[in-house]
């Protein structure tokens, strides 16, 4: 098994703590530098022809992507300890919890986002910095708006277990605090996301903790 | 069973085209008219508090949100016939694609983007529409990229059944027709979507064939 990540990727980051939940251990991690713009080399381009991380194999066949196919497929290979509740009414909370962050708020601060804002539509950084927090608090509220309401909030997201839905929303709040969003308004959230990083499975699989992270984010 | 669509939602036309395949009638199709702001009156805030399309109620319980957990949902609950493969790595690619779709390409170009695009940031029509065809164009350009290349791709996206990963390029296909994007560098997409719309469930489904919906698109 190889796992191609970067310590900056929150979908990187999404799957390295559900490799630790299920106890995986990659045979090999292969850093690919986004910022270097290692994505765009040869040789991951023949990886993964969307020049996109986070990517995996496993054994023979063809390189898994996208880190909800990943999360999935890990939980349908190696399906203890769960990911997901089993009851479907209960997988599909989580799996809206978790489209929140990978289908809503995420996908809107990627860097070929912001790369297009620089680059394309010549946006300056205030403008970039207004659209990202926009975003980022979006998705803050939106997880809030579900976690407080919803009598299946628990300890976690969903219940007293931790579930895909928290993998979800910690990458959410490592989000909040790259781009300087407060969390104090979105108390459930930050509460989940404090109770999962007290967690070894979690705090290890921090961008901060990944090769080639800067010791703090400088700003 | 109640249904909450709009003709213009490609995240609904997603989950009208699942309900067809498996022969499911909602007891009621309600519509949110997403261009008068529906979504943002108490009715509907009461159902989801997100405001966003689709959402499902089916029984007691919670409201069921965000496409890809519904259609996985429905896929739990109501097997035959089924959107998804039997092996886990066939899963694997089918959500990957999907995800192509509902984690990278829609979420950039949706009305609330649109929006925030003219009346926060004050960008022009030209401006937004090179945005929005931007990423039509790259999420066209990375779905060819998988399945001109992998063998599992068939008839349809994977193999000679029809999965949820058609479901998701139907609607880009149609994000491309709405935006007016020319699909012809992108042939094995157009193939594919040209294959799903000729099948009755797709066609019925599609966002012109919904109340409301214009003649057509008067560009």
């Known amino acids: 098994m190889q796992f191609y990540s970067f310590w900056r990727s929150l979908a990187a980051f999404r799957v390295r703590i559900a490799l630790n939940i299920k106890g995986i251990v990659p045979d090999e ?32 066949g063809p390189i898994l992507f996208q880190s909800v196919a990943i999360m999935e497929y890990l939980e349908e290979t190696r399906p203890e300890p769960p990911l997901l509740p089993k009851d479907p009414r209960g997988r599909a909370r989580v799996r809206a919890l978790s489209a929140i962050v990978t289908s809503d708020s995420h996908p809107l601060i990627v860097p070929r986002v912001r790369n297009f804002f620089e680059h394309e539509l010549k946006l300056d950084e205030p403008t970039r910095m207004k659209w990202i927090r926009h975003w980022v608090n979006e998705g803050l509220a939106s997880l809030e708006g579900h976690l407080s309401r919803d009598k299946e909030t628990g300890k976690f997201s969903h219940g007293n277990n931790v579930t895909m839905a928290d993998l979800c929303l910690v990458s959410q709040a490592a989000s909040a605090r790259f781009f300087e969003v407060d969390t104090a308004p979105y108390p459930t959230v930050k509460r989940i996301a404090e109770t999962c990083l007290a967690i070894d499975a979690f705090a290890r699989a921090h961008p901060l903790k990944q090769p080639g992270a800067p010791q703090n984010l400088g700003h």
Chains 1, 2 share one sequence.
């Open 29 to 60: 991690m292969i850093t690919v530098d986004l910022i270097k713009g290692d994505q765009r080399e040869p040789a991951f381009r023949a990886v993964n022809p969307q020049m996109r991380l986070p990517a995996l194999t496993d054994g023979d």
